[in-house]
């Protein structure tokens, strides 16, 4: 049973679009346990409905489509128990499965920074926007969790390894990056957004790609592609100490900086991030990488790692978190099949 709907998110019918709008810009549109439901009644009322033809998503503001979940309410209600972890990710996962699939076209404006949550409302969509101002990142890591809502299905099919160098570094793309990594489509430019949505929305408006693509300009060079060789060859260890290693072979300013960014990480987070994300390039559905990355994050926030991760980060922001383990070498060797391993009966995520 999800909360009361609220103004946290603003859905509406505008000509032949469903407008979905995050309205929460103070917080960087955070998802809410309140608006994955308003939006889940929504995309489902609008499947059947033959007067919506397509969807529409944006944020509210200039700064960002959705910075991530509500991570704060989760950090809040850990002394009660993973109850409403639980059913936040499971209601959320849910809903990044039904967009994955969802029949009509979907058009995720990713203007400004979308991290975590909003990559999951937007990056699994047919038509997906960035502009000038696009700061796309999976940051999960540095707060002691791996990247979900189908994240890991996402890094798995970015170019070679570079899926596995974002989902461990937590680095942001640029519009171009997003493109090249497969999170994001096509670039157009901020000051055109009202523009192409004036006339997505027009019954007369004529198919979604050919407005897209009246409005879009090529995308600069992807410093991603770019480094691509580096960063295939340096990540192709088995594990992520490896990775630090090769990382270290390499005399560029990113790669240092990779390095210095993976020491302040979880070892636990990145340990279950790189064996996710492998595991996800053998899976045959966004579903499937679903089900594994809800039962890490269950045992993540059940562990207290990513409790710990929010609260250095965001609630004392001391930026001293106890990862446990301290560090890569110290952890148990079962870890990553402890993780991974289906949770008990009747708890594991499903689609039904």
């Known amino acids: 049973m999800h909360p009361a709907a609220s103004d946290e998110v603003l859905i509406r019918r505008e000509g032949r679009a469903g407008r979905i709008t995050l309205n929460r810009p103070k917080a960087l549109n955070a998802l809410t346990y309140a608006i994955v439901g308003q939006i889940w009644a929504a995309l489902t009322a609008w499947k059947d409905d033959p007067a919506v033809?397509?969807?529409?998503?944006?944020?509210?503001?200039?700064?960002?489509?959705?910075?991530?979940?509500d991570v704060?309410?989760?950090?809040?209600?850990?002394?009660?128990?993973?109850?409403?972890?639980?059913?936040?990710?499971?209601?959320?996962?849910?809903?990044?499965?039904?967009?994955?699939?969802?029949?009509?076209?979907?058009?995720?404006?990713q203007d400004g920074i979308v991290m975590g949550g909003g990559i999951g409302l937007?990056?699994?969509?047919?038509?997906?926007?960035?502009?000038?101002?696009?700061q796309l990142a999976m940051p999960e890591t540095g707060i002691?969790?791996?990247?979900?809502?189908g994240g890991t299905w996402l890094l798995a099919n970015a170019p070679g390894e570079m899926g596995l160098f974002l989902g461990l570094t937590g680095e942001a793309m640029r519009a171009s990056d997003a493109i090249y990594a497969r999170f994001s489509d096509a670039l157009v430019p901020s000051a055109q957004l009202p523009a192409l949505v004036d006339r997505l929305v027009d019954p007369g408006g004529g198919p979604v790609g050919e407005a897209i693509r009246g409005v879009a300009?090529?995308?600069?060079?992807?410093?991603?592609?770019r480094r691509r060789g580096a960063v295939d060859a340096a990540l192709a260890g088995g594990n992520v100490e490896s990775i630090h290693m090769g990382?270290?072979?390499?005399?560029?300013?990113?790669?240092?900086?990779?390095?210095?960014?993976?020491?302040?990480?979880?070892?636990?987070?990145?340990?279950?991030?790189?064996?996710?994300?492998?595991?996800?390039?053998?899976?045959?559905?966004?579903?499937?990488?679903?089900?594994?990355?809800?039962?890490?994050?269950?045992?993540?926030?059940?562990?207290?790692?990513?409790?710990?991760?929010?609260?250095?980060?965001?609630?004392?922001?001391?930026?001293?978190?106890?990862?446990?383990?301290?560090?890569?070498?110290?952890?148990?060797?079962?870890?990553?099949?402890?993780?991974?391993?289906?949770?008990?009966?009747?708890?594991?995520?499903?689609?039904?």
Request: proline share 8%; with cysteine; glycine share 8%.
């Open 53 to 69: 033809e397509l969807v529409v998503l944006d944020g509210a503001g200039e700064r960002g489509l959705c910075a991530g979940g």
């Open 72 to 109: 704060r309410s989760l950090y809040e209600s850990r002394t009660q128990g993973s109850g409403l972890a639980r059913a936040f990710w499971r209601d959320e996962y849910r809903l990044n499965a039904l967009i994955g699939r969802y029949p009509k076209p979907y058009v995720a404006l």
């Open 122 to 134: 937007s990056s699994h969509t047919r038509y997906r926007i960035v502009t000038e101002r696009s």
């Open 144 to 149: 002691g969790l791996i990247p979900d809502v």
């Open 217 to 225: 300009e090529a995308p600069p060079e992807s410093e991603l592609a």
């Open 247 to 352: 990382l270290g072979g390499i005399a560029e300013e990113w790669a240092a900086k990779a390095r210095t960014a993976l020491l302040q990480k979880s070892p636990k987070a990145l340990k279950l991030t790189h064996a996710a994300i492998r595991q996800a390039r053998r899976l045959p559905s966004l579903e499937e990488a679903l089900k594994v990355e809800y039962r890490i994050t269950v045992r993540l926030f059940e562990d207290g790692e990513f409790p710990e991760g929010v609260r250095a980060l965001l609630i004392d922001k001391d930026r001293q978190p106890k990862w446990s383990p301290p560090s890569l070498g110290e952890a148990a060797p079962d870890l990553v099949a402890q993780y991974l391993a289906p949770l008990p009966p009747g708890e594991d995520l499903t689609f039904a």
